[in-house]
């Protein structure tokens, strides 16, 4: 039931796939990128594929030291242009001389901008003096594929490399596991290492009705009035 005057949301694209297998997995987000785009090439329906980066780490990149001194150049520079900018914006709608009026803005947003970037240098309190750049990457990219079209997608990217084999690179070292073997629980709630077998990986499973069951070995029963004992009979 919907409430009147209310718009209905726009549905976003749902990141999911029906049963999706690994096609390969990469080092590199460009090598995944050119896989799926061989295959958009070779007009296989790409929208049953998706890219999975897993196992993310944070990249900060150090681009130079940071002083007073660069601290108030940049606060003069980044304030003179907002400066410019608003001056320009007044000239649009002001009589007076143009030129007069760019150049009090650029003065006034240099002073702002250098009196800014002093005041948040100072926050620091010399515990930060350097710039850098941050970045979020992946350690590794799986291509996955729903299941109805992950053999015709191994078929073509055997023709790619010149195998059969679907294209997989070195991968990091360590006991670290796809996306694909992530989704895939084993009994009891338990998630299996990768590249084991879960059924191995759980110990020895209790035998179903009607097969037979290990046990442990009996004693012999003793021998009933009347018969005789298997010991005397080899004697």
């Keep these: ?6 718009r209905p949301q726009p549905q976003l694209p749902t990141l999911h796939l029906d049963f999706p297998m690994s096609l390969g997995t990469f080092s590199e987000y460009a090598a995944a990128q050119r896989t799926v785009d061989y295959l958009s090439d070779h007009h296989f329906p790409v929208e049953q594929c ?8 944070q990249i900060e ?7 007073w001194g660069r601290v108030l150049v940049g606060g003069l520079a980044s304030g003179a242009w ?19 009026v760019i150049i009090s803005t650029i003065f006034l947003g240099a002073i702002f901008g250098a009196f800014w970037a002093a005041i948040g240098y100072a ?27 992950v053999q015709q997608a191994r078929e073509l990217l ?13 991968a ?13 629980s084993s009994q009891y709630g338990q998630q299996a290492p990768a590249g084991s077998n879960p059924q191995t990986y759980h110990g020895a499973q209790s035998p179903q009705y009607g097969q037979p069951g290990t046990s442990e070995p009996q004693q012999p029963e003793p021998p009933r009035y009347g018969q005789r004992s298997p010991e005397s009979d080899g004697n």
């Design 1 to 6: 039931m919907s409430t009147p005057g209310m």
């Design 50 to 57: 998706m890219i999975v980066g897993t196992d993310l780490k």
């Design 82 to 100: 907002l400066g410019a900018f608003v001056g320009l914006i007044f000239t649009l709608f002001s009589n007076e001389n143009g030129l007069n």
């Design 158 to 170: 055997g023709q790619m490399n010149g195998d059969a084999a679907p294209p997989h690179e070195a």
């Design 123 to 149: 926050a620091t309190r010399g515990r930060r003096d350097f710039t850098s750049v941050s970045q979020v990457v992946a350690t590794r990219y799986e291509v996955l594929v729903e299941h109805k079209s």
């Design 61 to 67: 990149r150090i681009t130079g030291r940071l002083n």
């Design 172 to 184: 990091p070292s360590g006991p670290q596991r796809t996306y694909s073997e992530a989704q895939q």
